[in-house]
């Protein structure tokens, strides 16, 4: 449940949800019967399902209380995909795994069409998995449009340049203590200004061009060609992290004018 507000799924929105306890798994079944109970399965393709997910030839037959963590792992993340669903929430998918099982979760779940929200630690794994990351950060959510070492290097950058504008922050600093203080200042202003103007400039340009898109994908016509709607759908996306960008550049710079 959500601390606040609501959830509100889209209507085709199907939601398959991996937990870290794998509550339905029932001790007392083999594994074999833990799919074929589950799912209308013949046994043939039961077997073939569980071999996937490295349980072979009398594997299928122990007890899910016999197994150990990761084998549980994989059972419950296999029950998810085979649901049928096509938006996958995934809490640490990857724990008490051991490498060749982390290979085969990441190649079902590489291969899987529909949309993964996953929570894990294990930064590999999500270089191999993701493609976007969503940061939590004091001032908000961050959206990088990559993988862990994406964002990772964004960062890095991000950190570099936090600390170029401390530096020279300092150096405008020392300025102030060998020039006029006034003069300074006001020179410091016209620079944020001009910057402010360059902001502005760029989130009308950027508004417009949202406002263009949004009228392309609102056009049933643009879906007949998959590859330019998804193309579309992802300039649209990233226009918009884009401006979230461009508008809190933007309220910085006009507290800065103001102060």
């Given at each position: 449940?959500?601390d606040?507000?609501?959830?509100?799924?889209?209507?085709?929105?199907?939601?398959?949800?991996f937990?870290?306890e794998h509550?339905?798994?029932?001790?007392?079944?083999?594994?074999?019967?833990?799919?074929?109970?589950?799912?209308d399965?013949?046994?043939?393709q039961?077997?073939?399902?569980?071999?996937r997910?490295?349980?072979?030839?009398?594997?299928?037959?122990?007890?899910?209380s016999s197994?150990?963590?990761?084998e549980m792992?994989?059972?419950?993340?296999l029950?998810?995909?085979?649901?049928?669903a096509?938006?996958?929430?995934l809490?640490?998918?990857t724990n008490?795994?051991?490498i060749?099982?982390?290979?085969?979760?990441?190649?079902?779940?590489?291969?899987?069409?529909?949309?993964i929200?996953?929570v894990s630690?294990?930064?590999?794994?999500?270089?191999?998995?993701?493609?976007?990351?969503?940061?939590v950060?004091?001032?908000?959510l961050?959206?990088y449009?990559?993988?862990?070492?994406?964002y990772?290097?964004k960062?890095?950058?991000?950190t570099?340049f936090?600390?170029e504008?401390?530096?020279?922050?300092?150096?405008?600093?020392e300025?102030?203590?060998?020039?006029?203080?006034?003069?300074?200042?006001q020179r410091v202003?016209?620079?944020?200004r001009r910057?402010?103007?360059?902001?502005e400039?760029?989130?009308?340009?950027?508004?417009?061009?949202k406002?263009?898109?949004?009228?392309f994908?609102?056009?049933?016509?643009?879906?007949?060609?998959?590859?330019?709607?998804?193309t579309l759908?992802?300039?649209?996306?990233q226009?918009?992290?884009d401006?979230a960008?461009?508008?809190a550049?933007?309220?910085?710079?006009s507290?800065?004018?103001?102060n």
């Amino acid at each position: 449940e959500p601390d606040q507000g609501q959830i509100k799924p889209g209507s085709r929105v199907d939601i398959g949800y991996f937990s870290q306890e794998h509550e339905d798994l029932n001790p007392e079944h083999t594994l074999l019967e833990e799919i074929l109970y589950s799912f209308d399965l013949t046994v043939e393709q039961a077997r073939t399902y569980l071999g996937r997910m490295l349980f072979s030839e009398d594997d299928v037959f122990k007890k899910i209380s016999s197994l150990s963590g990761g084998e549980m792992g994989r059972v419950a993340l296999l029950k998810v995909i085979l649901t049928g669903a096509n938006f996958l929430l995934l809490d640490e998918p990857t724990n008490h795994l051991d490498i060749q099982s982390r290979e085969v979760v990441e190649e079902m779940l590489s291969q899987f069409p529909g949309t993964i929200l996953m929570v894990s630690h294990d930064r590999y794994f999500i270089d191999q998995v993701a493609d976007k990351v969503i940061a939590v950060a004091n001032t908000g959510l961050e959206y990088y449009w990559g993988n862990y070492s994406y964002y990772h290097e964004k960062l890095q950058e991000k950190t570099s340049f936090i600390e170029e504008e401390k530096r020279l922050i300092k150096k405008e600093k020392e300025k102030l203590r060998n020039n006029s203080e006034e003069k300074e200042q006001q020179r410091v202003q016209r620079r944020i200004r001009r910057e402010l103007d360059e902001v502005e400039s760029q989130i009308e340009t950027m508004e417009d061009r949202k406002s263009e898109l949004e009228a392309f994908l609102s056009d049933p016509d643009t879906y007949e060609d998959i590859d330019k709607s998804r193309t579309l759908t992802n300039e649209y996306q990233q226009i918009e992290a884009d401006l979230a960008n461009a508008y809190a550049r933007w309220e910085e710079l006009s507290e800065a004018v103001l102060n």
